[in-house]
């Protein structure tokens, strides 16, 4: 009998001459849950997207309990027992979750499509996995986090040998990742080789059994995940020690810059009566389960949802952010949560996709651009933030998602905002990458700018804030000072304005 | 409808207006209809009811053909000259023996429906080339079709040069060809005349039925959709999205055919310029119709209102003697305000 399920071998792949993987190898046994690590554009969802028949490989040979394939397209690869949960949401929004679930294998009665069984198969399969929704509403009515849910359950439908989950967890909620885990080990128990993406080292540990770490398109090593610990696995993945997670918090928070007065939304989902100041040079955190309102807080804040009463001050003036180009002229900058679908240009550069918000800055004598110092700046944020590409000219979509994400991080720092929103700053990137947006993040609060962050990750909330505001159910449930705090307290806090637990859930 | 009864008197003013922006189009055809009736009460007779369906039904079925390509986030400007084509086939194939002019002087008289075939046979075979072309090649539909309209253009004239009647329009059809425009089901006196239901509109009310079904019921059609919608997402769904496109050219290609054959029934002769600027006509129903330039989204019933909405307003509009010229403006802003109505649809307000 052959020892693996699945085996990779001397995988290589270029694009345009790059070399993005470079002899790589990975071997999955049966029944274990194996994860693929390494730094953004390390080439994990490259080398998966190669499996899965949407990239040829330069060279390299698979083999699936022990026979050698090489899947053409990825309807080869559904047929054959391996399915995948993309890294971008890969979803025809226009359409129902039974449409979505179901596409490329509708069951069929004569010459139609079976709708009823198409339906009872949705619902069945959400049964099966603790989902609650109903298979006939369209996607564009789905929250983020659901659509993520519907994506996993897709995966899971196909009962392949081989599932592949690239980043499911960038946009789920607790709850969800709770119950993503629950069926991760299902399906472990019935033999399925689960490869697993994520930046989120506490998942790595809870799920794993394996890890493979590449770096630069190199294979690293595998280990089995007791004889690993966090140092260790980031060492393999960035090649030297990291020593701190986070930088020290060298700003100092001064008098009020902004306070927020009964802020109340008029269309739901409903913020309530929030009120609170912020200090120049301060970093305050939002914290709250997700459905708590934090994003919509950060929103109405920036004008991109319509209040129905409330008055924001800066420096005891009022201000009027009623639109996002009012707020934009006030200073104040919002890097939204999903920044993927709402921040891209897809086929424009990385320079035009990093100025683009402070376009007019750059106009010269005679109205006319200068590119050299877009270019200048531009090239000083791939430094910065460690952004992997062969040049400041690439294209923005052929960046890896991490890599993405810095672009457009960068452009809003850019933007040389006095208050900066920002909404999950750290979601999808790398350990190592993390430490500079967070050095960036203080650096800008010391030379006094103030910084709203909301995170859903309680370690990064202590690691850098000076106090976090907990959210619950629209409703402001308590400001704490992060030195005296404690993650038990902000749990609480999160539950205070919950009418039964269960709300939080899907 | 007691529960329909209560949620009307229960909705809030949001919910009103929600419902009056999502069916704005329906709106905007009855303002028009009453408007015309208010200053024309003749306009509310059978004789206009049957002469406005008349005169939608090939629209319709040329609509529904374009309508499957702006799903897809395409266009088809060669929709005209497919037209064109097809007439021209047609009418070719279907002259009076005793006709003067005759395009195939030795032809001997040909069961009504083979040119049709013949017509469609054409059609489709350049539509699956500009679905090709545009799955193939990553190319633009509007610059492929604009290329298959050119390309059209030629061939037609070709076609015509081979005749034997000379540069005159292939007219004098026969009978049964012209009966097939004329001819109605049941036909009864009403106000003075005779109206019934024409073989046209029963025509497009079975074509648009097929494509319905196809649409809605059929793999092909939730194919169709998906890649529309999000053509990465088909692609690793599995589904054969170079197929699928090619397979919506084919269909559009087929109401072409359709279209065009019926098209010369009903001016009664063909020539090359026959269908020429339909596709403009075409698309702004759909549009109208809230088949939406972004893909994956679009209905029969959408095409229906939209195509029924131009001809009730250019006849309407004629019917009260509105110069032409102020019926073009009139056209030309229903079209960008049904599309910015439309548009609002889809906007979520926050
Ligand atoms: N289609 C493409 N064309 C050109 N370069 C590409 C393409 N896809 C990926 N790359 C490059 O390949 C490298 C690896 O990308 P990949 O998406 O595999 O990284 P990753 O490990 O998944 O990173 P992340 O954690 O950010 O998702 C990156 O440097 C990226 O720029
Ligand atoms: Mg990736």
């Not at chain 2, 409808?1 to 229960?10: G, P, S």
């Not at chain 2, 009403?190 to 793999?219: E, H, Q």
């Amino acid at each position: 009998m052959h020892d693996y399920l699945l085996g990779i071998e001397s995988l290589s792949k270029s694009f345009s001459g790059i070399k993005v993987l470079d002899n790589v190898h990975l071997q999955v046994r049966s029944g274990t849950v194996h994860s693929l690590m390494g730094e953004n554009g390390a080439g994990k969802s490259t080398m998966m997207k190669c499996l899965f028949g949407i990239y040829r490989q330069d060279s390299g040979r698979f083999f699936l309990e022990g026979e050698e394939f090489n899947f053409i397209d990825p309807k080869h690869a559904l047929e054959n027992g391996v399915s995948m949960v993309h890294q971008e949401l890969n979803q025809v929004t226009q359409r129902t979750i039974s449409d979505n679930i179901w596409l490329g294998r509708y069951p069929r009665k004569g010459f139609f499509v079976d709708e009823k069984a198409m339906y009872r198969a949705s619902r069945e399969l959400f049964a099966r996995l603790g989902i609650h929704l109903d298979p006939n509403l369209k996607l564009d009515a789905l929250s983020v986090s659901q659509r993520q849910m519907v994506e996993i359950a897709k995966a899971v439908s196909y009962e392949a040998k081989i599932i592949v989950l690239d980043e499911p967890t960038s946009s789920l909620t607790d709850n969800e990742v709770r119950m993503l885990f629950d069926i991760i080990r299902v399906l472990r128990s019935h033999g399925v080789g689960i490869i697993y993406i994520s930046h989120k080292m506490d998942e790595i540990f809870e799920v794993s059994d394996e890890v493979t770490v590449l770096r630069d398109g190199q294979y690293i090593g595998t280990e089995a995940i007791e004889n690993l610990d966090m140092e260790r696995i980031v060492n393999m993945m960035v090649g030297r020690d990291l020593g701190h997670r986070f930088p020290p918090r060298t700003n100092v928070p001064g008098e009020i810059h902004m306070k927020v007065s009964k802020i109340t939304t008029k269309y739901s989902p409903i913020i309530r009566d929030v009120s609170f100041e912020l200090r120049r040079g301060e970093i305050l955190g939002i914290s709250g389960l997700v459905g708590a309102g934090r994003t919509e807080l950060v929103e109405s804040l920036f004008g991109a949802r319509t209040l129905e009463s409330g008055e924001i001050y800066i420096d005891g003036r009022k201000i009027n952010n009623s639109t996002a180009q009012k707020s934009i002229g006030n200073r104040f900058a919002l890097l939204t949560e999903e920044r993927r679908s709402t921040g891209l240009y897809p086929v424009a550069d990385i320079t035009f996709n990093s100025t683009i918000a402070n376009v007019k800055s750059y106009r010269g004598a005679i109205g006319l651009l200068d590119d050299k110092s877009m270019t200048r700046d531009t090239e000083t944020q791939i430094d910065n933030m460690r952004i992997k590409t062969p040049s400041y000219k690439e294209q923005i979509r052929d960046l890896s998602g991490g890599n993405q994400q810095k672009v457009i991080i960068g452009r809003w720092l850019l933007t040389d905002p006095d208050i900066l929103l920002l909404d999950e700053p750290t979601r999808g990137i790398d350990v190592g990458a993390k430490f500079e947006i967070y050095q960036l993040i203080i650096n800008l609060a010391r030379e006094g700018k103030s910084v709203i962050m909301v995170s859903s990750e309680m370690p990064e909330l202590i690691g850098i804030t000076n106090r976090i505001m907990v959210m619950s159910n629209g409703r402001m449930a308590g400001i704490v000072e992060t030195e005296k705090t404690n993650q038990t307290e902000i749990f609480n806090l999160a539950m205070k304005y919950l009418i039964n637990s269960t709300e939080a859930e899907i | 409808m007691a529960k329909f009864a209560h949620k009307l008197r229960t909705m809030t003013g949001r919910q009103w207006m929600d419902l009056l922006v999502q069916n704005a189009i329906y709106l905007v055809i009855l303002a028009i209809i009453l408007t015309i009736i208010i200053l024309d009460p003749r306009f509310l007779s059978l004789r206009v009811l049957e002469n406005i369906l008349t005169q939608s039904s090939v629209r319709l079925i040329l609509a529904l053909g374009v309508a499957g390509i702006i799903i897809l986030q395409g266009t088809d400007l060669s929709l005209g000259r497919m037209v064109g084509l097809a007439a021209v086939i047609s009418a070719s194939l279907l002259q009076r023996q005793d006709y003067a002019g005759r395009f195939y002087p030795n032809l001997e008289t040909v069961p009504v429906l083979l040119p049709m075939l013949a017509a469609i046979f054409g059609t489709v075979l350049f539509s699956a080339i500009s679905g090709w072309v545009v799955a193939q090649f990553k190319i633009h539909p509007f610059l492929a079709t604009l290329g298959m309209m050119t390309v059209l253009y030629g061939v037609i004239q070709i076609y015509f040069d081979m005749g034997a009647g000379g540069a005159q329009p292939i007219g004098g059809h026969d009978r049964f060809y012209t009966a097939i425009s004329t001819g109605r089901l049941v036909e009864f006196s009403a106000g003075g005349t005779r109206v019934g239901i024409p073989y046209l509109v029963l025509i497009a009310a079975t074509v648009s039925l097929v494509i319905w079904v196809i649409w809605n019921k059929t793999v092909f059609g939730k194919n169709m959709y998906a890649v529309g919608g999000n053509p990465d997402a088909a692609k690793v769904s599995g589904v054969n999205v170079m197929g699928t496109t090619i397979m919506v050219y084919v269909m559009a290609g087929i109401l072409y055919g359709i279209g065009g054959y019926l098209e010369a029934a009903r001016i009664g002769s063909a020539n090359p310029s026959t269908g020429f600027g339909y596709e403009l006509d075409a698309i702004a129903a759909c549009v109208v119709g809230g088949i939406s330039f972004s893909g994956g989204i679009g209905k029969v019933s959408g095409a229906i209102a939209g195509v029924l909405m131009f001809t009730i307003i250019s006849y309407g509009m004629t019917f009260v003697g509105l110069e032409q010229y102020y019926q073009y403006i009139i056209k030309g802003v229903i079209i960008v305000v049904a599309v910015a109505l439309d548009t609002k649809k889809y906007l979520r307000r926050v």
